[in-house]
């Protein structure tokens, strides 16, 4: 069974609780891009009919559980961010301490600066409108803002990562996003291994404007 048959076996189960399904989705999603090449982020899109079977699930376990989304998200404004923790909902391995996060992008977030996730990898499922992922393979003590790569990413595209890998994302004037991000473990939002930039700080909008 292929990544995309095993998305549709949980996103077509039409159970009123999705949130399982949604973890189950995650974690598949989080073995196989550990399984993959772990200096390169895997990417994946989903096909619009598997997508909006997802978006299905995702609606249906919303309407179960709300979350609410609060800004600012790592220290942006334009970001606001809410979580599901496995621990507190009714999942399989509940013991485990991972989580999903939604987060809402505004138009013109270019401020997020490159950073790592250490010892936490990160499954992101875009879920609305279209932003840029920018990533770098080199490694963190030798990053000087050189060699960052960029892909725009739209609803249905999948991204997996190692926690040590250099990224950030960005939307422009035009577009604004929506997406998981799935988080393996959880430290908590607060805990300072939640996030550590780059000692050379670099901001998308550098990417930007060079650009435009
Ligand atoms: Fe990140």
Redesign the pocket.
């Known amino acids: 069974m292929d990544i995309y048959q095993m998305i549709s076996s949980y996103v077509h189960k039409e159970q009123a609780e999705g949130m399982t399904d949604l973890f189950s989705i995650m974690r598949a999603l989080d073995r196989l891009g550990k399984a993959g090449n772990t200096k390169k982020p895997t990417i994946l899109k989903m096909q619009t009919v598997l997508f909006n079977s997802f978006q299905n699930l995702l609606s249906r376990t919303e309407k179960g559980h709300p979350i609410h989304l609060s800004s600012p998200f790592e220290g942006c404004q334009t970001i606001e961010g809410g979580l599901w923790e496995a621990q507190n909902w009714p999942v399989e391995n509940s013991d485990s301490f991972d989580a999903i996060i939604k987060l809402a992008w505004g138009h013109n977030t270019m401020n997020l600066p490159a950073?790592i996730?250490e010892g936490s990898s990160?499954v992101v499922v875009i879920t609305k409108g279209k932003g840029f992922f920018h990533f770098s393979t080199t490694d963190f003590e030798d990053f000087n803002g050189q060699n960052i790569s960029m892909l725009e990413i739209t609803e249905g595209n999948i991204i997996c990562f190692p926690g040590d890998y250099i990224?950030?994302f960005s939307t422009n004037e035009s577009s604004s996003l929506e997406f998981l991000s799935y988080h393996n473990p959880y430290f908590g939002l607060d805990d300072p291994r939640q996030y550590t930039l780059t000692p050379f700080e670099w901001r998308p909008i550098s990417y930007h404007h060079s650009a435009s």
Do not use: P
């Open positions: 950073h996730h990160r990224h950030t």
